[in-house]
Nanobody
């Protein structure tokens, strides 16, 4: 069982930055593929970024490339999402997720992740 708890959401103006955190179960942290998803009102949940268990592989959806950075800290069993140059279209509930097994370009689907946090809200508005 993997427990995930997000924090760090909030309201920011366009062009601003936020850093999301996701505290995970320490015993399983080094064995799990992790990801950030987001869900805007009226839209399906979409994968934003994926990172391999030891952080050597980080992948992004095209809409956030060059603006968002996913990272993980094994010592603190925490996943991060640094979000820069935020746009109104980044407004959504953001979720961290985890899975055992493969971790790569084919792992941006909601159905592939067994463990989810409760979400943290990000609002980008002037």
């Amino acid at each position: 069982q993997v427990q995930l708890v997000e924090s760090g959401g909030g309201s920011v103006q366009p062009g601003g930055s936020l850093r999301l955190s996701c505290a995970a179960s320490k015993s399983s942290f080094s064995n799990i593929c992790m990801a950030w998803f987001r869900q805007a009102p009226g839209r399906e949940r979409e994968g934003v970024a994926v990172i391999s268990p030891f952080g050597g592989l980080a992948l992004y959806v095209d809409s956030v490339k060059g603006r968002f950075t996913i990272s993980r800290d094994s010592a603190n069993a925490t996943l991060y999402l640094q979000m820069n140059t935020l746009k109104p279209e980044d407004t959504a509930m953001y979720y961290c997720a985890a899975r055992y097994g493969g971790c790569g370009v084919g792992h941006f689907s909601v159905s592939q992740y067994q463990y989810w946090g409760q979400g943290t809200r990000v609002t980008v508005s002037s």
